[in-house]
């Protein structure tokens, strides 16, 4: 077994039309996969993932699932190898892929919890009236001062702490822009909008939590068989009581990312995969844990070289 290992899964932003498709077609548990998640939600994910198009994919009811599934498809392909991870972590919606990989739900049950999470999502603000926008190059005091000014005007938070000099903000429309404005009097290099349809972790997301909640109660639930740390609080959760209630907190609270690298660095975590599409984690990574070694999977070639460097560190 690899030792040091770290396994993470992209969250929303990380999608785009075409992704998985190299696994899909050159091994067939990936292809199950999708067929799985097809026979679920009643759609055919793959043809989503590989053809679009990108305005339904960037829909949060669409894009959670089909991350989902993209990022268990890669995991089906790393798992022969026989990697026990020292702890999983996912971005936002990747806990749920996290979970799964920690044995905690399974992907059936993964699959019907986002896709009522990302409608639920959907319904808590009307369609077109949130804004998320990454801030760049203004410590956290900074961008939770500029938006504690805007929300005299409506609703902005602090949503994701990515890593250091970059912080997802979140809300209504106008105060978004606003704290944007403002962060930008007070130091900040540039912010960049997202291609994020909801307003996520904020307090706009109480209503979805609330909702979610009995949808969390209702699935069965394992003990994770590897430490999950989790978003909310960057704490190592090891139990199904634990996870389940980190869950629904997850919703309106801001994603404590940097903070869960530096959790998992101090267990012993010195190579993080990537699982899953992309490779923003691998990015935030090497800017929260600059000695950490970084890999991802989302496609034949990644794989390759995933799979070769932790077999010569499994033999080191």
């Known amino acids: 077994m690899a030792s040091g290992v770290v396994l993470v899964f992209p969250g929303q932003g990380s ?3 075409g992704m998985g498709r190299g696994l899909y077609d050159a091994h067939p548990v990936a292809r199950a996969a999708y067929e799985e998640a097809a026979a679920v ?7 989503l993932c590989f053809e679009g198009p990108a305005e339904r994919l960037n829909r949060t009811e669409y894009t959670q699932p089909a991350l989902l599934t993209a990022s268990i498809a890669a995991l089906r392909v790393v798992e022969p190898a026989g990697i026990l991870p020292v702890a999983v972590a996912g971005h936002s919606l990747g806990e749920y892929s996290a979970l799964v990989a920690a044995g ?3 992907f059936r049950s993964a699959l019907s919890l986002v896709q009522k999470r990302g409608r639920y999502m959907a319904e808590a603000v009307e369609p077109g009236s949130g804004l998320v926008a990454a801030v760049l190059g203004l410590a956290g005091d900074l961008v939770r001062d500029a938006c504690r000014e805007a929300s005299s005007i409506g609703v902005v938070a602090p949503a994701n702490y990515n890593c250091p000099g970059q ?8 105060a978004v822009e606003r704290a944007i404005e403002i962060a930008k009097t007070k130091g900040c290099r540039k912010a960049i909008l997202l291609p994020v349809s909801v307003p996520v972790h904020t307090p706009l997301m109480r209503s979805a939590a609330a909702r979610l909640a009995a949808d969390v109660a209702a699935t069965r639930w394992s003990d994770p068989v590897v430490p999950l740390v989790n978003n909310a609080d960057a704490k190592a959760l090891r139990s199904a009581a634990e996870v389940r209630a980190s869950l629904v907190r997850q919703l309106p609270s801001p994603v404590l990312w940097e903070d869960s690298v530096k959790a998992m660095s101090a267990m012993g975590g010195a190579a993080f995969v990537e699982v899953g599409p992309g490779n923003v984690l691998t990015g935030l990574i090497k800017r929260i844990v600059p000695d950490a070694v970084t890999f991802n999977v989302q496609d034949p070639a990644s794989l390759d070289v995933t ?10």
């Open 15 to 17: 999608q785009s039309v």
């Open 41 to 47: 939600l009643g759609y055919d994910v793959a043809a």
């Open 104 to 106: 905690s739900v399974s």
């Open 167 to 174: 912080i997802v903000i979140a809300g209504e429309k106008a």
């Open 307 to 316: 799979l070769r460097a932790l077999s010569v560190r499994r033999d080191a």
